[in-house]
T-cell receptor, first 113, second 114 residues
Framework: GENVEQHPSTLSVQEGDSAVIKCTYS??????FPWYKQELGKGPQLIID?????GEKKDQRIAVTLNKTAKHFSLHITETQPEDSAVYFC????????????FGTGTKLQVIP | DTEVTQTPKHLVMGMTNKKSLKCEQH?????MYWYKQKAKKPPELMFV???????INESVPSRFSPECPNSSLLNLHLHALQPEDSALYLC?????????????FGEGSRLTVL
């Protein structure tokens, strides 16, 4: 089955700086890579996603890059704000019959004002 | 605000109790999911319903029993749980099971088993 590794587990940045979270996946059949933000006491919320036929996607201060050859993808947050503080999960979804989403282990991001 | 509504938000139950968690969505989604999330861990898939039929059971113990009465509702019946079953139980839905369909999560039901 799919295995998704995520680094770092915790990340502290000063407000206004950039934050980068990296993930690797094992199953070359995976073709959809969402990123979720989970605030305390809430369920995960999709913030951006990328499909395997695209190398990069950007939405305002958030961008995701995908390297299919190396099987890794990254989340980039620029001009971080205190409200970006949360736990971020990467995930990979395979293209097989089960269409199962496998989550990474999570990164706790703290943005220091 | 999430469009997936879960009740109750908090539940405390003894090991001999029978209780149910409920989930509702009105987005017309045809796939619904139950996830279990322990503290500081990612969500773990438990069950998937596709077009109201159980399509994935991730080897979940029988003390957890899912039910999908209709396309908008998903229940998780709990019986004879163990303290280690204490966790946040998340319901999610997606348009269908096709790849690339966004998962919409509810805010979860926090379960404590005494």
């Amino acid at each position: 089955g799919e295995n998704v590794e995520q680094h770092p587990s915790t990340l502290s940045v000063q407000e206004g700086d950039s934050a980068v979270i990296k993930c690797t996946y094992s199953d070359s059949a995976s073709n959809y890579f969402p990123w979720y933000k989970q605030e305390l006491g809430k369920g995960p919320q999709l913030i951006i996603d990328i499909r395997s036929n695209v190398g990069e996607k950007k939405d305002q201060r958030i961008a995701v890059t995908l390297n299919k050859t190396a099987k890794h993808f990254s989340l980039h947050i620029t001009e971080t704000q205190p409200e970006d503080s949360a736990v971020y999960f990467c995930a990979a979804r395979d293209s097989g019959g089960y269409q199962k989403v496998t989550f990474g282990t999570g990164t706790k991001l703290q943005v220091i004002p | 605000d999430t469009e997936v509504t879960q009740t109750p938000k908090h539940l405390v139950m003894g090991m001999t109790n029978k209780k149910s968690l409920k989930c509702e969505q009105h987005m017309g989604h045809r796939a619904m999911y139950w996830y279990k999330q322990k503290a500081k861990k990612p969500p773990e898939l438990m069950f998937v319903y596709s077009y109201e039929k159980l399509s994935i059971n991730e080897s979940v113990p029988s003390r957890f029993s899912p039910e999908c009465p209709n396309s908008s509702l998903l229940n998780l019946h709990l019986h004879a749980l163990q303290p280690e079953d204490s966790a946040l139980y998340l319901c999610a839905s997606s348009q269908d099971r096709q790849g690339g369909r966004e998962l919409f999560f509810g805010e979860g039901s926090r379960l404590t088993v005494l």
